[in-house]
């Protein structure tokens, strides 16, 4: 069974920072991208970042770049979300989700939300300005 479990989250006051966790269980680890979507009261999700663990290399939505990092531990199975200079638009439940990169995903693909095959069960942020 594959699981993807997340921790952190919590009120942060603006200009802030937090740190989000996602330990996944239950697959190859480094045969996948684990991407950090959130979704904002009444929206629609919004991709933040990914990351492809077998060779780190990340990327990070315009509306985050500079100020939120993505890191893997490989050998406990988690991706990290740093978030700094947090800004109360960053409110928000946040995802994390695993894609099996031996699939054909493309770069637009893994960036949806609804492209993943496995996502964790959600932490909310909340930024208070």
């Known amino acids: 069974e594959v699981q993807l479990v997340q921790s952190g989250g919590g009120l942060a006051q603006a200009g802030g920072s937090q740190i989000l966790s996602c330990t996944i269980s239950?697959?190859?680890?480094?045969?996948?991208?684990v991407t950090w979507f959130r979704q904002a009261p009444g929206k629609a999700h919004e991709w933040v970042s990914y990351?492809?663990?077998?060779?780190?290399?990340?990327f990070f939505a315009d509306s985050v770049v500079g100020r939120f990092t993505i890191s893997s531990n490989s050998a406990k199975f988690t991706v990290f979300l740093q978030m700094n200079k947090l800004k109360a638009e960053d409110t928000a439940v946040y995802y994390c989700?695993?894609?099996?990169?031996?699939?054909?995903?493309?770069?637009?693909?893994?960036?949806?939300?609804?492209?993943?095959?496995?996502w964790g069960q959600g932490t909310q942020v909340t930024v208070s300005s």
């Open positions: 990351i492809d663990v077998s060779n780190n290399r990340a």
């Open positions: 239950g697959i190859t680890f480094d045969d996948y991208a």
């Open positions: 989700a695993a894609m099996d990169l031996r699939q054909p995903y493309s770069d637009y693909a893994l960036r949806v939300y609804e492209e993943a095959e496995y």
